[in-house]
């Protein structure tokens, strides 16, 4: 089931909601604390099994296994057999399903199969006591976060389900949690998918492209891909707030960054956590030495590549960002150890104005950084979305080439949605011979300025407050996007 679907809005969410306070006051009443939790378990299962059935006996063995094998760690003094056993189930299961070429790969397994390591790893280390089955079921099936993340770790989310019965029904956080699954539906349907087009189009006729054209086609699926995966983590954050949980913030204004560290301290902050903890960690972290410090953080970008897809585009992406990351880590240190005013801000903290604390030349450099680290990355992007390298090369020769021209009339026209046409129909604009352009210039640059300029859809709605005129505005916004339904779309992290 999607986010994005007429199911979901109207049938889905609403009984969900509805359910899962009866269950809470009924459970209140009788000190039933596990009705609720029953409740979402199972409404987590057909949200999954939703798309197909064939899907959950899948994800049951998963579950199943996983938690048998946790459940022994209790009981036993000698788990790290069974911690290895786990990971090589998981880990097995992953690849085979995923890089073999199986005519079949359950739906999200890639989610669930971390959730689930996590799971094995903290059980091993004894952080998490003695875990329910029915706890543990939600936390790994929990609809919001099941599909594509958040990747909540189990004791930020366990200790969120055994305190279900804490969280009375408030509405003000119903409201921002409605309000942030609206602006994470406008970037999904309204923004996304149009630049997804724009992104579509190119990659299948790559020969008709000049450089123009192919810079649009980078700079759209860059853009597509932020406001898409943010979409939906807006989303489900939104969802999870209106049942009273709380996930893990996923993005943090990535493209503000001025350096790499900076990005992936802001880009799928969930996933980064998750290999920094379980991989980076484990193999040593900066503990012995400079040397392997680099070598743990590069074979940690070549595993983020390759679970992202198999082929050597994925590992080439993986591979620009690790490399550039160890080179700007050595450049930091060394000029920290010069003693040298190291102009390295936290990166929560960007959204702070510290323009009168800054000189002109600073205010320049980190303009330059910032613009330098995003041209940076939409290049790393093209060998990510291109479906091989020769097309990734060939996409990059294009731009390369300087050879300007007119856009292409058909790759315009991807950003030319109708309820936006028509308002330049009746503003007489459609006669000029540039019209056909101007909705993709406006696009663009909108895009742009949310991403570079404009708070966060989770500063925005936990700011919110609600008075008549934001319930107007919020109605207004979803009722257009639940219009757009009309062509649903997937998510692009549901093929990862």
Known sequence: MLFNSYSFVFL?????????????????????????KAFLLLFSLWFYGFSGPENLPAILLSMAVNYGLSFWMGKTDR?????????????????????TGASYVPLAISFFTFSQIAFLMECYRGTLGKVSALDYSVYVTFFPKLMEGPIALPDEMLSRIRTIMDRKYDWE????????????????????????????????????????DALIVMLSYTLQLYFDFSGYCDMAMGAAGCLGFELPLNFDSPYKAGNIIEFWKGWHITLTRFFTRYLYIPLGGNRKGKARMYLNTLLVFLISGIWH??????????????????????????????????????????????????????????????????????VAWVFFRA?????????????????????????????????????????????????HYILM???LLFALLLVFFAKTAVTVSGKIKPTVVNTLLLAVLFVWCVVTFSEVSTFLYFNF
């Open 12 to 36: 889905f969410f609403p009984l969900c909601i509805l359910g899962f306070y009866i269950c809470r006051k009924i459970g209140e009443k009788t000190g039933k604390d596990w009705l609720p």
């Open 79 to 99: 788990k790290k057999p069974l911690l290895v056993t786990g990971l090589i189930l998981n880990v097995g299961a992953l690849f085979c399903f995923k890089y």
């Open 173 to 212: 956080r119903m409201f921002r949690g409605f309000s942030l699954f609206t602006l994470g539906l406008a970037k999904k349907v309204l923004i996304a998918d149009t630049l997804g087009k724009a992104a579509d189009y190119g990659y299948t006729n790559l020969a008709s492209l000049h450089s123009g």
């Open 309 to 378: 897809g198999k082929g050597l585009t994925f590992i080439i992406w993986g591979m620009m960002h690790g490399v550039l990351y160890v080179i700007t880590r050595w450049y930091q240190e060394r000029r920290k150890n010069k003693g040298e005013d190291v102009d390295i801000e936290p990166f929560a903290d960007r959204g702070v104005d510290r323009g009168t604390d800054r000189s002109e030349g600073k205010k320049v450099k980190r303009v330059l950084s910032v613009f330098v680290t995003f041209l940076y990355v939409n």
């Open 387 to 435: 479906p091989d390298l020769k097309e990734a090369l060939a996409l990059l020769k294009t731009i390369i080439s300087c050879n300007f021209a007119r856009i292409n009339w058909n790759l315009a026209g991807c950003f030319n949605l109708d309820e936006f046409w028509y308002v330049i129909k009746v503003l007489h604009l459609d006669s000029w011979q540039y019209a």
């Open 441 to 443: 210039v406006l696009m």
